[in-house]
């Protein structure tokens, strides 16, 4: 069955720490795609990345980085040089199949917290 | 650039009402999703539309809950009797869909729903 681990609840960091959030998750599908939500206060869950199986190219986007690592299977995301407005819920989540049109399993979210 | 939008934002009932919620999605997405996030987890699948054709209900909906999407535009959600452990927040979902591989789906905003 497909699962998502979220293991760090909370995380609290001090502005323009780099902080790196852990995502690991089950699947016995050879393809599959992994996601990354960012939900702020406001509740709106946004959009950051997409991967699917098959590439395994890590990803910078600005302060932005992700690290896909299939032989562990992982998908961490660090924020580097953090700000306060990267305080937020953020969740991974897994969608199955050749499709990922159906449901996304997210991870129960990790926390963070960034003060000035 | 219109996003998914949800009606009404939130939703104060007493237990047994019945209760409806709207969502529209972004105007060129064929695709779907309602979830349901309660306090401190990530959003749980409920059902999804490709157009109009409800092609997956999770076993959280039960027969109470019902969805249609008539015209393959806006979708309802509607749960009949409802009762304390409904109350949650209830989020519309959209995507694009392809033969060729997964989109991401973009989250409107939510539905309160408390039930009292």
């Known amino acids: 069955a497909q699962k998502v681990t979220q293991a760090q609840t909370e995380i609290s960091v001090v502005e323009k720490e780099d902080v790196t959030l852990d995502c690991v998750y089950e699947?016995?599908?050879?393809?599959?795609?992994l996601f990354w939500y960012k939900q702020p206060p406001s509740g709106e869950l946004v959009f950051l990345i997409r991967?699917?199986?098959?590439?395994?190219q890590n990803e910078i986007s600005g302060r932005y980085s992700w690290n896909f690592q299939k032989s562990t299977s992982s998908f961490n995301f660090t924020i580097t040089a953090s700000q306060v407005v990267d305080s937020a819920v953020y969740f991974c989540?897994?969608?199955?199949?050749?499709?990922?049109?159906?449901?996304?399993?997210f991870g129960k979210g990790t926390t963070l917290s960034v003060s000035s | 650039d219109t996003g998914v939008s949800q009606d009404p934002r939130h939703k104060i009932t007493k237990r047994g009402q019945n209760v409806t919620f709207r969502c529209d999605p972004i105007?060129?997405?064929?695709?779907l999703y309602w979830y349901r996030q309660t306090l401190g987890q990530g959003p749980e699948f409920l059902t999804y539309?490709?157009?109009?054709?409800?092609?997956?209900k999770s076993r959280l909906l039960s027969d109470r809950f019902s969805a249609e999407r008539p015209k393959g535009s806006f979708s309802t959600l509607e749960i009949q009797r409802t009762e304390q452990g409904d109350s949650a927040m209830y989020l519309c979902?959209?995507?694009?869909?392809?033969?060729?591989?997964?989109?991401?789906?973009?989250f409107g905003p939510g539905t309160r729903l408390t039930v009292t």
């Open positions: 979902a959209s995507s694009l869909s392809s033969g060729g591989g997964g989109y991401e789906q973009y």
């Open positions: 699947t016995r599908d050879t393809t599959y795609y």
């Open positions: 991967r699917n199986s098959f590439d395994e």
């Open positions: 989540a897994l969608s199955e199949g050749y499709q990922a049109g159906t449901a996304l399993i």
């Open positions: 105007s060129e997405h064929n695709r």
């Open positions: 539309f490709q157009n109009e054709a409800q092609l997956e």
